[in-house]
């Protein structure tokens, strides 16, 4: 089974500024996708970044860029100028590019982002 | 086009009720995903249907709880016996496909407690 951890709970950031927020995964697969999505106080859940395993540029979202290490297993969220509007909690999740999985998500535990103005 | 829809928003419900929530996903979309949050933690992923069928349901616990997604009608994720552990946000989502490529849309979620 595929296992996507996100070794921090919190983080802080300065308005303005960069953070880098942290996740890792563990599959036996080599076709899979991941995912960041953002779950302000308001509960819904917002799509931020995607990535495709088999696409080696790192994808890029206007402020919102991810740094993925294949072979690491690895997949940061980098956000820049950070504004009051991203404090969030942020989930790192994995989908399995195998078609009897569907779209089936496995999240990580979840990052809560703050923004100190 | 309405986003996924799902109600009510809050319910509250005493140990041994059932708990019954709805979920109404994007037109066109026939794909339906459950999953559970705890308070602190992700979202755990429950069942997984499609128009009247039950695709994989690996996540939902094995008693009290059932799914169903009818021909006609919203999804439904049904808690009988309600015990203080159930208390979460249940979300859904749905795509149109189960295609990897078929993007996946969430409610708002409805959160359950259970007094």
């Known amino acids: 089974a595929q296992t996507v951890t996100q070794s921090q709970p919190e983080m802080s950031v300065q308005e303005a500024e960069t953070v880098t927020l942290s996740c890792t995964y563990d599959?036996?697969?080599?076709?899979?996708?991941l995912f960041w999505y953002k779950q302000p106080p308001s509960r819904q859940m917002i799509l931020v970044i995607r990535q495709e395993a088999y696409k080696q540029q790192n994808a890029t979202e206007n402020r919102f860029s991810v740094n993925f290490q294949k072979a690491a297993k690895s997949f940061s969220l980098k956000i820049s100028d950070s504004q009051l509007g991203d404090a969030a909690m942020y989930f790192c999740a994995y989908r399995s590019g195998q078609e009897t999985s569907g779209s089936r998500l496995t999240f990580g535990e979840g990052t809560q982002l703050t923004v100190n103005p | 086009n309405a986003g996924v829809m799902q109600n009510p928003r809050h319910l509250v419900r005493r140990r041994g009720q059932e708990a019954r929530l709805r979920c109404s996903p994007m037109?066109?979309?026939?794909?339906v995903y459950w999953y559970r949050q705890l308070p602190e933690e992700g979202l755990k992923f429950m069942v997984y249907l499609q128009k009247e069928n039950i695709i994989d349901e690996s996540g939902m616990p094995k008693e009290r709880f059932s799914a169903e997604f009818p021909k006609e009608g919203p999804s439904i994720l049904r808690i009988q016996q309600v015990v203080r552990g159930d208390s979460a946000a249940y979300f859904c989502?749905?795509?149109?496909?189960?295609?990897?490529?078929?993007?996946?849309?969430f409610g708002n979620g409805t959160r359950l407690t259970v007094t």
């Open positions: 599959t036996s697969e080599s076709d899979y996708y």
């Open positions: 037109k066109g979309h026939s794909h």
């Open positions: 989502a749905s795509s149109l496909g189960g295609a990897q490529n078929s993007p996946l849309h």
